[in-house]
């Protein structure tokens, strides 16, 4: 059975007219991906698609490490698609560091917060590659022990 298309759902049920008049908040997780999607696949609309896709990935911090390459092997997501939605995880990830670039940085806890997700990705990425690769991820605090945003980690032929 074909899927019920977003156009032919009540306005109020939509996601972009739900976000308009209750703002992001009121949406779902599957919803704001499917905004981004902006389209489905034949049989699925796009909330459908946004919902398979965090099913597969378990959450959205899951799905937030996921690269565009990866993104561009699911059904219904080609390469434009892959690079936004890369692009908006990245933003929000970049997003949440420019908070705690103002915090001093002074308990492994935050050192984890600031610095987890990317560590724990390129751990994802090694896996993946089943390559042994040393990486050193070096981190400077300034004057104020406070760290700088958008950090490289060091590895073969890259400088921190």
Do not use: C, W
Not at 31 to 47: C, D, F
Request: aromatic share 2%.
């Amino acid at each position: 059975m074909a899927a019920i298309k977003i156009r032919e759902l009540p306005e109020e049920d939509r996601p972009r007219e739900k976000l308009l008049k209750h703002g992001a908040d009121g949406l779902t997780n599957r919803e704001l991906i499917a905004i981004l999607l902006r389209t489905g696949v034949p049989g699925k609309n796009a909330v459908e698609v946004g919902g398979e896709i965090l099913e597969k990935y378990k959450n959205l911090s899951g799905l937030s490490r996921i690269s565009a390459r990866e993104l561009k092997n699911i059904r219904g997501i080609g390469l434009a698609k892959a690079v936004q939605l890369a692009a908006a995880f990245k933003l929000a990830d970049r997003m949440a560091k420019e908070k705690l670039v103002r915090e001093k940085i002074d308990s492994p806890d935050l050192v984890n917060e600031f610095l987890g997700a990317e560590m724990r990705a390129q751990q994802d990425a090694r896996n993946q590659d089943r390559r042994d690769v040393a990486r050193v991820h070096l981190q400077v605090p300034d004057d104020r022990d406070r760290l700088r945003a958008g950090g490289r980690p060091a590895g073969p032929g890259r400088r921190p």
